[in-house]
Every structure is written in structure tokens, then in C-alpha cells.
């Protein structure tokens, strides 16, 4: 999804809240990508009751996720995982190629405090990237560990080891929203032996000065700056060209569709005698918690016409 421009060549923010942007340094080999989210982190976590701590990494998560989704040409989906021996034992981060999100956190409440750091939060374990493609199956997975202080220092090693490429990430997360900030060195263009080397001294120094701007950006700035105004601000003095942004949305895959397939594969005695002992048999989706309930009623409906209707998949999530 594009929208159109501002004078200024950024998409204008009053036009798309929930938003990844991608920017370049004119004739350097440097590139960038901002992400922010406003309704579509509070739609994700709408059935979910997630700590403070929680929510803050889930929240960093889903938008590492989109970032590295908008590094890539793919037509699929990105997973970000965290797997370890802290407080949280798995995080899960979903990105489409067309910026479709989604995420959920495992976690043991009685292990997070108030003021739980991301160690105390992961502990030691993993960071996976897997990437699925529709094309034959293909799939592509990096590994790195769990490591930095930060998701964002987890991220950068990953870049540094899985992709070659140096990068700095920076994410902040609240109640209200989620952003991320990320530059990298792109690998140069050639040329002349002599002049190749001025224009890759030149690009090292920018993506130095870049890196340097991006240690200073505030938390609160990150989340409430306009996107275009922030980019510029953070890099002045760099010729940034700010492309058009794209809309980010939340989606899990969870339908009442998908519910009412699960329910056909446990049979009609085993569901009538749930709603018989509860009044409603209720099934919760495993990655956005959603409940999706059904009564007497829904049940008769749709055993009644389940000889009409294609079988269900077992899974909500």
C-alpha cells in the first residue's frame, strides 16, 4: 500500500499511523528503515494480558520484525523467535512481505518483576530468523545468540553474522506504541581502483556519523516524532532520500472458520457435552488469545450443516 507524497518526498504521517519507511543516503552506500506502530500493537495485544516488562520486548519484537521484513524482496513470511532461560521462555514475532503482523510471548509471571531487564527477561538462548516463501518451500533460517543488553544488540549481531552487514538498530517500546530505527552499510558499487576507494572511505564515514546520530535518539522520540521529521532530524547534514511509506496492519490467522473445523474434529457428543456442563464451548486462539465462543445455538448450527461445509483445519492459530 503506497500513499502519496509530501514536498518534502516522505509520505505524510496523518496519512498512515501504523507505518515502515524506508530511507537512503543519496550516493552513499548507506540505507535505513523506520517502523512505527500505534493501533496495530494495540490490536495485537487486545486478548493478551502481558506484564509491563513483557509487553515492552513483545512490543521491540514486532517492530525488529517489520524492520527485517523491509530489508527484504520476498513474498512470504519472517518469523523472529527468542528463545532462553529467562522470565520469558519464547517470544514469536510475524512479518509478511506485505506487512501483516502478529506476536506472542511464553512467559512465567511469578519470574518478572517490575523492573525486569531484557537479561533477566531472556536469559540465555537464541535468536532465530526464519524466512518461508510460497516458491517450492523455500526456506532460509539465521541463528544467532541471545546477547548485547538488548533485543537491539541481538538483532546487529545478527546482521553482522548472518547478512555481512554492519548495522545499528534502535527500539522502543509502551503502552501506546512501538517504533524501530535501523541504518546499515550496504555493500559498495566498484569502480576504478583509486576512486573506488575515495567513494568506500566516504560511505565507512557516513555510516559512522549515521550510527552516531542513531545512538541519540530518545525512546520518546523514536515513538511520538513524525516519522519524516524524525528521520531528517537524526541524520542532519546527511542527503537522506525518504521513499513512500507502506501500512503495517495486525493479523493473525485464527477465524471463526478455522475454530468451527476444530470443533467438527472433536464430534458433536463431545461438544454438546461441553456447552451441556458450561453453556458454551469456547476455544481460545494460542498466538492472539482471541476467544471465540459458541452456544447451544452455533452448535446446532453447525453440526447441522457440517455435511454442507468443507473440513476444518485442527489449528485456530
Known amino acids: 500500500m503506497q500513499h502519496a507524497r509530501d514536498r518534502d518526498g516522505s509520505s505524510g504521517e496523518h496519512r498512515v499511523i501504523d507505518l515502515v519507511q524506508r530511507f537512503v543516503v543519496e550516493q552513499q552506500s548507506v540505507r535505513g528503515q523506520f517502523v512505527r506502530l500505534g493501533p496495530a500493537w494495540l490490536a495485537l495485544r487486545e486478548h493478551a494480558d502481558y506484564p509491563e516488562p513483557v509487553r515492552r520486548l513483545l512490543g521491540e519484537s514486532v517492530s525488529a520484525a517489520v524492520l527485517l521484513a523491509s530489508t527484504l524482496k520476498f513474498e512470504g513470511e519472517l518469523t523472529l523467535q527468542l528463545q532462553g532461560d529467562g522470565g520469558v521462555r ?52 539465521g541463528i544467532v545468540p541471545i546477547g548485547g543488553g538488548s533485543l537491539a544488540a541481538s538483532l546487529e549481531h545478527y546482521f553482522e553474522t548472518s547478512e555481512q ?11 501506546f506504541g512501538t517504533a524501530g530505527l535501523l541504518v546499515q552499510r550496504m555493500p559498495g558499487q566498484g569502480g576504478l581502483a583509486g576512486e573506488g576507494i575515495a567513494l568506500e572511505a ?21 515513538l511520538a516524532r513524525p516519522a519524516a521529521e524524525l528521520m531528517r532530524r537524526t541524520f ?13 496492519a495486525f493479523r493473525c490467522r485464527c477465524s471463526a472458520e ?18 451441556a456442563e458450561r453453556g458454551q464451548v469456547t476455544v481460545t486462539c494460542e498466538f492472539c488469545h482471541k476467544p471465540w465462543g459458541f452456544d447451544a445455538v452455533d452448535v446446532s448450527r453447525l453440526f447441522g450443516a457440517a455435511a454442507d461445509q468443507p473440513p476444518g483445519s485442527s489449528a485456530v492459530n
Open 165 to 175: 552487514l554492519p548495522t545499528r538498530v534502535v527500539l522502543g517500546a509502551d503502552d
Open 236 to 248: 542532519a547534514g546527511l542527503d537522506l532520500r525518504i521513499h513512500e511509506s507502506h501500512a503495517v
Open 90 to 141: 519464547l517470544l514469536v514475532a510475524q512479518c509478511t512481505h506485505d506487512f501483516r503482523v502478529r506476536g506472542v510471548a511464553r512467559f512465567d509471571r511469578e519470574r518478572i518483576t517490575d523492573d525486569a531487564d531484557f537479561a533477566s527477561l531472556a536469559g540465555q538462548g537464541t535468536v532465530v530468523v526464519t524466512i518461508e516463501t510460497g516458491k517450492q518451500a523455500a526456506r532460509y533460517q
Open 202 to 222: 566516504e560511505a565507512d564515514r557516513t555510516f559512522a556519523a549515521a550510527c552516531e546520530a542513531i545512538n541519540d535518539v530518545e525512546r520518546d522520540e523514536l
Open 258 to 275: 478455522r475454530v468451527e473445523g476444530m470443533l467438527r474434529s472433536l464430534g458433536v457428543d463431545e461438544v454438546e457435552s461441553i456447552v
